[in-house]
DNA sequence: CTTAATGTTGTCTG
DNA sequence: CCAGACAACATTAA
C-alpha cells in the first residue's frame, strides 16, 4: 500500500511527537536488529519530522530514524491509524502483526503494524540514496533522472520507480502518471522529447495532488482496470499486462503507443 | 490450488 | 559497467 502518499500522511500522523522522549522499544529485528544490549533509539527525543520519497524521517537530538513501510507496514499513533480506509485496513486492528512499539515518556506510543515484516526501521539512513522527491521535482531533474538524450535503453517506468532517480513513485503510481500522460510506460526514458518529459512533469504534480485529495495511491483512473481483463477507462480498449522494472504494468495501446 | 500483490535488496546472468 | 530476472521476506485475497 504505502507509496509517497501514504508515507506522507504517516508524516503527518506522527509530526505531533516533535518534542516527545522515546522510552522504550519493544518488538522483533527492526531498529534494534539483533543489537545486543539497549535499543538506540531509547532516551532520543524527537525534534522533527520529514520524509524524502516513501521513507519517513525521524529528527532526534542525536540521531535520526529512519521509518520505512515496505509494502505492507503502517504506523500507528495510540492505536489510530492514518487512514480508515486502506486496503488492509481491516487486518490493522489485528495485534498479531505489530511488529514494534515505541513508547514516549509522556505516555503517547507509536506502533508499526506489518503482516509481511517488509518494514524496515533504521538508524541514521543514508538519505543520498534516494533521488529528489517526486513532489518537488524540478523539470530538469526529471530530464536528468530519465537519461534524456543517453544511450540508456531502460524503459521510462523503470526510470521512475527508480528511488535513486525519483523518489516517491511506487508500482500504481508510476503506471497511473504514464497513463495520464499519455506515454508508454515501456517506452525508452532515454528518448522522449523535452515536450514530453514537461507533459511527464505536468502529470507527476497533478496526479500526486489529485490522488492526495482522494486520500491514497490506488485512487487512480487506472486503479479498478488493473486486473485481467481490464480495459481502458477512457476508451474501452484491452488494457495490455506485461512486466516492466520487476512489475506488473497495465496500460492502454491506443493512448499510450 | 495457484497466482499475484502498493517494496527493497542482493545475487546472478547476459 | 548496465539492465533484467529472480529470490527472499510473510500473508492475504482473488
Known amino acids: 500500500m504505502p507509496e509517497l502518499l501514504e508515507v506522507e500522511a504517516y508524516r503527518r500522523l506522527l509530526d505531533p511527537l516533535v518534542g516527545a522522549t522515546i522510552s522504550r522499544v519493544e518488538g522483533d529485528h527492526l531498529v534494534c536488529g539483533g ?6 533509539a531509547e532516551g532520543l527525543t524527537i525534534t ?4 524524502i520519497g516513501k521513507l519517513l524521517l525521524l529528527d ?21 491509524s492514518a487512514f480508515d480506509a486502506l486496503r488492509y ?5 489485528d495485534r498479531r502483526f505489530i511488529r514494534l512499539r515505541a513508547e514516549m515518556t509522556d505516555g503517547r506510543c507509536v506502533e508499526l503494524h506489518d ?28 530530464r536528468r533522472a530519465l537519461g534524456v538524450g543517453s544511450t540508456s535503453p531502460t524503459a521510462l517506468k523503470a526510470r ?13 503510481l508510476a503506471d497511473e502518471i504514464c497513463f495520464q500522460a499519455h506515454l508508454d510506460p515501456g517506452r525508452r526514458a532515454a528518448a522522449l522529447s523535452g515536450e514530453e518529459v514537461t507533459v511527464l512533469h505536468r502529470q507527476i504534480g497533478k496526479t500526486l495532488r489529485a490522488l492526495g485529495r482522494r486520500g491514497g ?23 495490455e499486462r506485461r512486466t516492466i522494472g520487476g512489475r506488473t504494468t497495465f496500460s492502454c495501446p491506443v493512448e499510450q503507443g
Open 35 to 40: 543489537a545486543v544490549g539497549r535499543c538506540p
Open 160 to 172: 521512475l520507480l527508480d528511488q535513486a532517480r525519483i523518489a516517491g513513485l511506487g508500482n500504481l
Open 89 to 93: 485496513a481491516p487486518a490493522v486492528a
Open 48 to 51: 522533527a519530522t520529514r520524509r
Open 115 to 142: 503482516p509481511r515484516r517488509l518494514a524496515r526501521v533504521t538508524v541514521d539512513p543514508d538519505e543520498s540514496r534516494l533521488g529528489p522527491d517526486a513532489t518537488t521535482i524540478t523539470v530538469a531533474e526529471l
Open 217 to 239: 495511491s490506488d485512487g487512480g483512473a487506472l486503479q479498478d482496470a488493473r486486473v485481467r481483463g481490464g480495459v481502458c477507462p477512457r476508451c474501452g480498449t484491452a488494457l
Open 60 to 80: 532526534t537530538d542525536h540521531h535520526v530514524l529512519g521509518l520505512h513501510a515496505g509494502m505492507t507496514g503502517s504506523f500507528l499513533l495510540d492505536g489510530v
